[in-house]
């Protein structure tokens, strides 16, 4: 099993900058891409921005410009650097990982989410 955890959230007034971890542990043989999506009050689920293999990024428009996010493949995990913070950025953050495992003699590609991280923008 593989299991992404998050790290990095909290209250932070608008303007303001966070950064956002997560790792993935577990029996994971590569990580073919790895990314954050976010879901506020009744609102569905939304990618923030993703990472491929080769890194490759890809953001949502409305956080271009303000969101950076990268990778650390030794380490299996991704990061999101988030600057000029707005209220509207906040939600519960979620972080999302594709990625091959092995599980005794089976190997397979399997989509693993973390548990989320509340991030909160105060006007």
């Known amino acids: 099993q593989v299991q992404p955890v998050e790290s990095g959230g909290g209250l932070v007034q608008a303007g303001g900058s966070l950064r956002l971890s997560c790792l993935a542990s577990?029996?994971?043989?590569?990580?073919?891409?790895m990314g954050w999506y976010r879901q506020a009050p009744g609102k569905q689920r939304e990618l923030v921005a993703g990472?491929?293999?080769?890194?490759?990024?890809n953001y949502a428009d409305s956080v271009k410009g303000r969101f950076t996010i990268s990778r650390d493949n030794a380490k299996n995990t991704v990061y999101l650097q988030m600057n000029s913070l707005k209220p509207e950025d906040t939600a519960v953050y979620y972080c999302?990982?594709?990625?091959?495992?092995?599980?005794?003699?089976?190997?397979?590609?399997?989509?693993?989410w973390g548990q989320g991280t509340q991030v909160t923008v105060s006007s």
């Open positions: 577990g029996s994971i043989v590569s990580i073919k891409a």
């Open positions: 999302n990982v594709d990625c091959t495992v092995v599980a005794g003699t089976s190997v397979y590609d399997k989509n693993y």
């Open positions: 990472i491929a293999s080769g890194d490759s990024t």
